[in-house]
């Protein structure tokens, strides 16, 4: 008798994606899969902590973080006690304790400064060139013993004078004369060397150390020699490229949103600043930056991020102190700037751990911040700023 089929279905033949050991294999290459790749990434914790770390540390960088702690808010008071105009950065073991902005960046357009106010950070600017030097040296393209006389040979002493000499500042060279127009950067550092004098400073050593800018318009027109490219172009794929720092130059930075003219002190009265003022600084000092991307500059520096072996370029002549762009005592590092109404200070330590970051955009010489920062942090970490 036949069976009714609509009772009793006759058992169809099972497609072989719908029978149980297919599911059970799929189940078991799921499990294998996903313990796969917690196993690649625990082996790699490096990566993925960096990577939180990263977008942690740029979304912060880019906020206000009122005073946390005593010694933050001892530093807010006295800011705004000295009448700070500028952006203050201060941090330990790595936490930013304070990130705010102090008066205003444009006045016209009443504009406060903040975290994300970009200043011209004049000589602090120079760690910029230390650094392309250094991988230049990595390249092979340059050594720190190569002689100014394979790059510029008629300045005085060249042949005496090593790429060390110039990042210590100990060439025994000085500028007297600056150029009164702007052509290009290569040009400025040929006039530069065409008016290289004398400091009396003993060759090599750190006797008769002089602070002279000519040191590194030199440097600049070296790597631009060995190199073949414009001093921003170098500057802009090493550091925004690929570093992703983000930074200006000039005459980029002038039409910044967030850029803070500079003002006489105590005052709404803006600075005149000529153009060829910025233009001459080649390697020197014609960058702006907020106070965040300085900070990022030091700890991927002090990190081996930017260099592979950053005391090698921190070697320094003693018994002077400076070296790529910072005054160097023990594991302190102090960076300074001084350029037409603009200050930066900066004080380092702990690769990069711990900071202060002072820029401002009211200065003059009687109203230095240099030794408030250096205080606050002494008084934040104990350590003896340089």
Known sequence: MLKRTDIFPAKAKLPWYHRPIFYFASVLFLFALILALTIVGASRPDRAVAKKASATTTERLDQ??????????????????????GTALLVKNGHIVLHQGYGKANVEKNEANGPKTTFPVASTAKILTAILVSQAVDAGKLSYESKLSDYYPNVLNADQITVRDLLTMTSGLKQSKQPDSFTSDADNVDFSAANAESSGGVIGTGSGWTYQPINYRLLAGILMKVTG???Q?????????????????????????????????????????LPVEYQRETGTGNVSMTTGQLYQ?????????????????LSQHLPAHY????????????????????????????????????LSNQ???????????????????????P
């Open 229 to 231: 490219k414009p001093f």
């Open 64 to 85: 206000t973080v009122h005073a946390d702690g005593q010694v933050a808010k001892k530093l807010d008071q006295a800011l705004q006690d000295n009448h700070f105009s």
């Open 233 to 273: 172009t170098l500057a802009n794929q090493a550091f925004n490229q690929k570093a992703k720092l983000g930074i200006f130059f000039y005459p980029t930075f002038k039409k910044a949103a967030n850029f803070a003219k500079a003002y006489q002190f105590g005052s709404e009265s803006e600075r005149d600043v």
């Open 297 to 313: 500059l030091y700890r991927l520096f002090f990190t081996n991020k930017l260099d592979k072996n950053p005391q090698q370029l």
């Open 323 to 358: 070296v790529s762009g910072l005054y160097g005592y023990g594991s302190v590092y102090e960076g300074h700037g001084i350029f037409s109404g603009y200050e930066s200070n900066t004080v380092v330590s702990n690769k990069g751990k711990n900071a202060i970051i002072l």
């Open 363 to 385: 200065y003059d010489g009687d109203h230095s911040f240099e030794k408030l920062g250096q205080q606050f942090f002494t008084e934040l970490t104990g350590q003896a700023a």
